[in-house]
């Protein structure tokens, strides 16, 4: 049975959420800060995150940073719950290593609906140690990326694209696969996203970065 965690101040709003995910067979413990869930990530990980932004004491984007640079729990699924809906607010926490986005006010099948997505999709999804291609080396033990034996630093969300990329190497991934294993099928704007992070990443790449290629009206494939 998963365990999830659930981050949320408000009362009312975590109740809800314990109560559905319960309902649907699910483990629960709920925290009112990042204090009380920081303590019990030293006792116990668990297979998801439901994390409000706004918390009386750190927030929410800070944390999800904070569990991506821990090599013990940078794999969790996270899923991102806040008031705020434009679309800026939802780029800033993908690119800070959420997995999804849910807006409040949301449905309890709805979250519900997410949560098994998200799970299935994370359950599915087994990294290889390392990939390497013509000077470019991505170490998944480390999360570490190296060109031509320089590490360079990626967002969470460049990193999971050159992995896609990688683990595909010599053939074309679509947008529609990119979109649903790096940033998940629910968010919108994805066609401005997707290609703001290949910029980013064929420019910290280098010379290296002209090896991702473009391939008109289909996707992107590294070669």
Same mark, same amino acid.
């Given at each position: %049975?998963? @365990? !999830?965690?659930?981050? =949320? ?12 995910? &319960?309902? #649907? ?23 998801? !995150? @439901?994390?409000? *932004? %706004? ?6 984007? /800070? ?8 090599? =013990? /729990? ?17 780029? &800033? ?14 449905? *309890? %099948? ?26 470019? #080396?991505?170490?998944? =033990? ?11 630093? @990626?967002?969470? &969300? ?31 704007? =994805? /066609? ?6 290949? &910029?980013?990443?064929?420019?910290? @790449?280098?010379?290296?970065? /002209? %090896?991702?290629?473009? *391939?008109?009206? *289909? ?5």
């Amino acid at each position: %049975m998963a @365990l !999830i965690y659930i981050v =949320e101040d408000d009362q009312n709003i975590r109740e809800i959420e314990s109560f559905a995910l &319960k309902n #649907s067979g699910y483990q629960i413990r709920d925290f009112a800060c990042a204090k009380e869930f920081y303590l019990a990530m030293e006792e116990r990980l668990p297979s998801l !995150i @439901l994390l409000d *932004v %706004m918390l009386p004491d750190e927030d929410g984007l /800070s944390i999800v940073s904070t569990i991506r640079e821990n090599p =013990e /729990s940078r794999r969790i699924p996270v899923i991102m719950v806040t008031a705020k809906t434009t679309e800026l607010d939802k780029v &800033k926490g993908l690119d800070q290593g959420a997995d999804d986005y849910l807006t409040k006010p949301f449905g *309890v %099948m709805e979250l519900v609906s997410r949560v098994k997505a998200l799970l299935r999709r994370c359950a599915g999804n087994e990294e290889e140690r390392s990939y390497a291609l013509k000077g470019i #080396s991505l170490d998944n =033990e480390k999360h570490a990326v190296y060109v031509d034996e320089k590490q360079i630093e @990626l967002t969470f &969300k460049e990193y999971k694209l050159l992995q896609l990329l990688l683990k595909n190497a010599g053939s074309v991934t679509s947008r529609e696969s990119i979109m649903e294993k790096v940033w998940g099928t629910d968010f919108e704007g =994805e /066609s401005r996203t997707l290609d703001m992070h290949i &910029k980013t990443l064929r420019q910290k @790449l280098g010379e290296r970065g /002209s %090896m991702i290629k473009t *391939v008109r009206n *289909v996707g992107y494939m590294i070669e």
